[in-house]
């Protein structure tokens, strides 16, 4: 295999594309952090059969850290990150320097506003305007036909599908499914913090979404009981401190009182110092 | 002549350019509120010396009006504008609507945050947000090379330029210089709120710029006693109300206590009730 192209300046990141498009090549794109996992993994193959070319890109971006949070310690590991890219079918890595995506006298953030009122947005300041500022300047440079996000994101998924439709953004967001490991925990790249009771206790979070479905196919409505359920199988570990567990409508984020059409259940839990979070989809797909 | 062709939806507007760029043209974008004057035309001219095709953007954006400031009353004429802009060389309009900007939903904003502190933006909270806002969303449907902005609004040009580097926008921005009425009065679509004493009186805002312009030229270094010699002037006149009267640095914006490089001397004024500024810039050009 021949290695993969990595570009780390913006400017040849834009003339790059322009080139495909004028070459008529639409452009899939995956944004990542890096220490790229079968999510990420399985985004690039869904970008790979909607698009002649997909670019990934890596950038740790500092904006969507808050201070207490983990940007420094963030896993990082550019050439097993550069061999999956390559075996997933990627034909172009975008690698840029933070110096270059945010440089002196940098002074401009998008801002989505009610989508981020609550779920992470309630718990992580400014997250949502970091990674919605990231994601346009990304998208400018990049120019994709096409963005692919994960589902296990799902607000974020969602602000940025705002932010692109806001903004006029001429591409098309496409989601992945959520991947997980064998034992049904969702994949993060913040699972490796995990030590192993940690990474056992860490299984509640998708036992209690299967917990909340098997609750609504039998019929339960009241969105108040289905959360509290949830919360007791969660209390019952030691080493889990629950952020939030909320069901909200798939496009609003609003929270519902009564689970009657499609939701999303989620909940944001800390294992020990982790924070990791989950969700599933209720009813019809994105 | 044939007739300009006018554009009026994003979609429409982001394919035409998308097939311009793919017959190799260059695209100069003039987004203007309307109402045009020949200031506005000659940024149209401008842009003809600079890009292939050049398309001008009408649009009165309601999010850079604060609540108690002239949206309803502002002047429009399309028909009037339509024949100017063919006159001056423009080559397509686009006219969007106020619903398609901003549907139902629309919640997302760019803001700029230290080029909008002082000036203009002490006194207008949210304008400058509206005018980033909306120049991102008229550069992502208009996909234009250059972007020529007129040094009358010298803030809103540095605002932009900042918010066009910081975001990744692949376009250059130009700025054209200000045009005068004979007797000096700055051109504006609001020029035409004055009544005929009015008129007069708003002679003094380049008359002050020109005071200052000959004080420094003469050595003088202090902008306080620039500043107040520019105020006594103004003064002098009944009607006029000072907002702010500045001399700052021409990239940053920042107040300068002693002239001595480049430097901006801004003003504005309500005469009446009409909120008038204007600005001269000392030393090298930008």
Avoid at 44 to 59: E, M, N, Y
Avoid at 77 to 104: I, N, S, T, V
Avoid at 245 to 250: A, F, K, L, Y
Wanted: glycine letters at 6%; charged letters at 30%.
């Amino acid at each position: 295999m021949k290695p993969l192209p990595v570009i780390r300046t913006i400017e040849r990141m834009q003339s790059t594309a322009d080139s495909l498009r004028r070459r008529g090549k639409t452009i899939g794109f995956v944004p990542t952090m890096g220490f790229l996992h079968e999510g990420h993994l399985s985004l690039i193959r869904l970008a790979k059969t909607r698009a002649d070319t997909v670019i990934v890109s890596i950038f740790v971006n500092p904006f969507q850290f808050g201070p207490e949070e983990d940007l420094e310690r963030y896993p990082r590991d550019f050439e097993r990150d550069e061999k999956l890219c390559l075996q997933a079918g990627a034909d172009l890595l975008f690698f840029p320097e933070a110096g270059a995506m945010y440089p002196e006298q940098y002074q401009t953030w998008v801002t989505v506003e009610n989508l981020t009122q609550g779920l992470c947005g309630a718990s992580r300041p400014g997250h949502f305007r970091g990674v919605a500022t990231v994601c346009a300047k990304l998208f400018l440079a990049v120019k994709p036909h096409i963005a692919v996000f994960g589902e296990k994101d799902y607000q974020q998924a969602r602000v940025i599908e705002r932010m692109a439709r806001d903004l006029n953004f001429d591409l098309k967001i496409v989601l992945g499914p959520i991947v997980r490991e064998s034992d049904g925990l969702a994949m993060s790249s913040r699972n490796r913090y995990l030590d192993a009771e940690e990474r056992k206790q860490a299984r509640v979070l998708n036992e209690s979404l299967s917990l909340a479905e098997a609750m609504i196919d039998q019929g339960e409505k009241e969105a108040a009981r289905i959360k509290s359920a949830m919360e007791d199988l969660i209390r019952s570990r030691d080493r889990i401190r629950i952020d939030y567990i909320e069901i909200v409508h798939p496009e609003t984020l609003n929270p519902l009182n009564t689970v009657e059409g499609p939701c999303v259940i989620a909940l944001a839990v800390k294992v020990g110092g982790t924070r990791l979070i989950d969700n599933r989809r209720i009813g019809k797909k994105p």
